[in-house]
């Protein structure tokens, strides 16, 4: 089955312990991105990367961290998470079709909550 | 910059047809997407337009005018199921989201 998976799907944590959440596609897309989502703000992109080893800075990058050293994983990190952190965390990929990314598929999304 | 406007909040009655707009500002345009999002849900893609004019997929239409920055997404025949907020979306690499509009269906 197609999908783009995350773990975890929820995680309450504290102030400055670092975190990683897992974002994996198995559709062979080229293109992987971060959203945070928060009420009355609607997606925020964090992060995204259009191939292996390029990365780059969304609408919101501060705090974050990402790396994409294999095509289907994009893993996005807290180094010190902070409660203006607390959100619910899409990942989606899609195609790059000659530089447009034209259907993003979503990952279930991850509930943080920092204490 | 890019920015995106779209209603807040929309209500219809079961059985109807509902027009949610969104008006754009953007450097460099690719195309306008459209997601739903049911609660508790992930986005789910609906529909893009690259092109000005309306493209159909069954109940739902979307519809774009790049002279005038604006396009709609038009749902027919509503039904309960329909109730979920609807995002617009633009860009080539990086993705900006409208706030969404949520949609309040009335028996």
């Known amino acids: 089955e197609a999908q783009v998976t995350q773990n975890p799907r929820y995680l309450i944590t504290v102030t400055g312990k670092k975190l990683t959440v897992t974002c994996s596609q198995n559709?062979?897309?080229?293109?992987m991105s971060w959203y945070r989502q928060d009420p009355g703000l609607g997606l925020r992109q964090i992060y995204y990367?259009?191939?292996?080893?390029?990365?780059d800075k969304g609408d919101v990058p501060e705090g974050y961290k990402v790396s994409r050293k294999e095509k289907r994983n994009f893993p996005l990190i807290l180094e010190s998470p902070s409660p203006n952190q607390t959100s619910l965390y899409f990942c989606?990929?899609?195609?790059?079709?000659?530089?447009?990314?034209?259907?993003?598929?979503f990952g279930p999304g991850t509930r943080l909550t920092v204490l | 910059g890019q920015s995106l406007e779209q209603p807040s909040e929309v209500t219809a009655v079961e059985g109807a047809i509902v027009q949610i707009n969104c008006t754009y500002q953007?450097?460099?345009?690719?195309?306008l997407s459209w997601y739903q999002q049911h609660d508790g849900g992930a986005p789910t893609f609906l529909s893009y337009?690259?092109?000005?004019g309306l493209e159909e997929t069954g109940r739902f239409s979307s519809f774009l005018s790049r002279s005038d920055s604006y396009g709609y997404l038009l749902l027919q025949e509503l039904q309960m199921k329909d109730s979920a907020s609807y995002f617009c979306?633009?860009?080539?690499?990086?993705?900006?989201f409208g706030k969404g509009t949520r949609l309040h269906i009335l028996p």
């Open positions: 989606a990929s899609s195609f790059n079709s000659g530089g447009a990314v034209l259907r993003e598929f």
């Open positions: 559709m062979n897309h080229e293109y």
């Open positions: 990367s259009m191939n292996v080893e390029v990365t």
């Open positions: 953007t450097s460099g345009f690719y195309g």
């Open positions: 337009n690259a092109l000005d």
């Open positions: 979306a633009v860009g080539d690499d990086k993705i900006i």
